[in-house]
């Protein structure tokens, strides 16, 4: 087993996630990483792939997050559309941080 070592954690990687504009979430380990929580939780916008699992009460697509195709095919165009409309981006990041 190896360790990890990032050089953002705590307070630093959470300054660090919430300047970004779009925040790109990948399945990990499990299908709702910590980051699937995060970000929403710190009123940024997310394009993620859909969770395979039951979440109750979930994110809305083009709501409160966007899910791409689990197969990244359509996230450079996501990522494009969403850096072009910064309102709407914003928006969703409001609604998700309100969810």
């Known amino acids: 087993m190896y360790k ?4 953002r954690k ?4 959470l300054e660090e996630l919430k300047s970004c504009k779009i925040v790109l979430n990948f399945r990990g380990v499990g299908w709702d990483t910590l980051r699937y929580w995060e970000t929403p939780a710190i009123g940024r ?9 039951v979440i109750p009460d ?3 697509d083009g709501k409160e997050i966007v899910f791409c195709k689990d197969d990244l095919s359509d ?15 914003e928006t969703i990041a409001r609604d998700a941080l309100k969810q």
Do not use: A
Request: hydrophobic fraction near 30%; glycine fraction near 2%; charge should be neutral.
């Open 4 to 7: 990890k070592e990032y050089t």
């Open 10 to 13: 705590g307070l630093r990687y």
């Open 45 to 53: 916008f997310m394009i993620t792939q859909r969770p395979r699992i």
């Open 58 to 60: 979930n994110f809305r």
């Open 75 to 89: 996230m450079i165009d996501l990522c494009q559309h969403y850096l072009e409309n910064d309102e709407e981006r």
